[in-house]
């Protein structure tokens, strides 16, 4: 379903950059946003450097948005930050930057994302979460309960949102090697990747592979759910 309007957060590197740059090779229309400029030139690329934990930068993003067009399609929640530390040895700014990097400005964008789906003949919304959450990882409490508040979120959303014919679905990888992972320890990675069904790392057409199942227009029945790559439940 080529010629869609896609909106990716977090598009400056990693799996936002990987999304960004398959959405327009299907031919859609891709607003990114980052804290960081952009190596993606293209004549459907549009980027807005801003923090995604900024919700006046938010607000002023989706305004030149309206301005550029009326109807949104897609909403790809994908940016995020980690920290891998124990409870006791995480400061509490550190916690507090994390959750409101992947849980609140999620919300954010989902709020004002809605007012202009209205519009689409398949609106969908999908979150980015992780393997941390039912792994119940020592080191990364914060990490995985921000990320089990954003899966949350995401079932009571698609209940909220289904009246309106937007679907709200998340998928949650394991180990993929990105700039949020290159400083995590070899051995702690490989006991991740042990508890894995299908043990080895995931790529990012792994994710794209299961959004794009998400953004299907036969996927209109398929909302508030959640799912878990290489195998772990």
């Not at 960004?20 to 190596?39: I, M, N, P, T």
């Not at 305004?63 to 400061?91: C, E, F, H, W, Y």
């Not at 550190?94 to 689409?120: D, H, K, L, Q």
């Not at 954003?150 to 679907?167: D, K, N, S, W, Y």
């Amino acid at each position: 379903m080529p010629g869609r309007h896609v909106l990716i957060t977090g598009t400056s590197r990693g799996i936002g950059e990987a999304l960004a740059e398959h959405h327009l090779a299907a031919g859609d229309c891709v607003v990114g946003c980052g804290r960081s400029k952009s190596a993606l030139t293209h004549e459907r690329y549009l980027h807005f450097q801003i923090d995604v934990t900024d919700a006046a930068a938010v607000q002023a993003m989706f305004r030149d948005l309206k301005k550029r067009t009326k109807t949104l399609d897609v909403l790809i929640n994908n940016a995020g930050v980690a920290s891998m530390n124990a409870v006791a040895l995480t400061p509490v700014d550190t916690a507090r930057r994390v959750m409101e990097t992947n849980f609140i400005a999620a919300f954010s964008f989902t709020r004002e994302a809605v007012r202009m789906m209205r519009g689409s003949a398949a609106a969908r919304i999908v979150n980015l979460s992780t393997v941390a959450v039912p792994l119940r990882l020592e080191g990364e409490a914060v990490y995985a309960a921000s990320k089990s508040a954003l899966e949350t979120f995401t079932r009571v959303a698609a209940r909220e949102l289904a009246p309106f014919g937007i679907t709200c679905n998340a998928v949650g990888p394991c180990p993929i090697k990105t700039k949020l992972t290159a400083g995590v320890p070899d051995d702690k990675i490989q006991r991740i990747i042990d508890q894995q069904a299908v043990r080895r790392w995931a790529v990012p057409a792994d994710v794209v592979n299961v959004i794009e199942f998400f953004l299907r227009p036969e996927s209109s029945m398929i909302t508030g759910q959640v799912v878990y790559l290489g195998g772990v439940s």
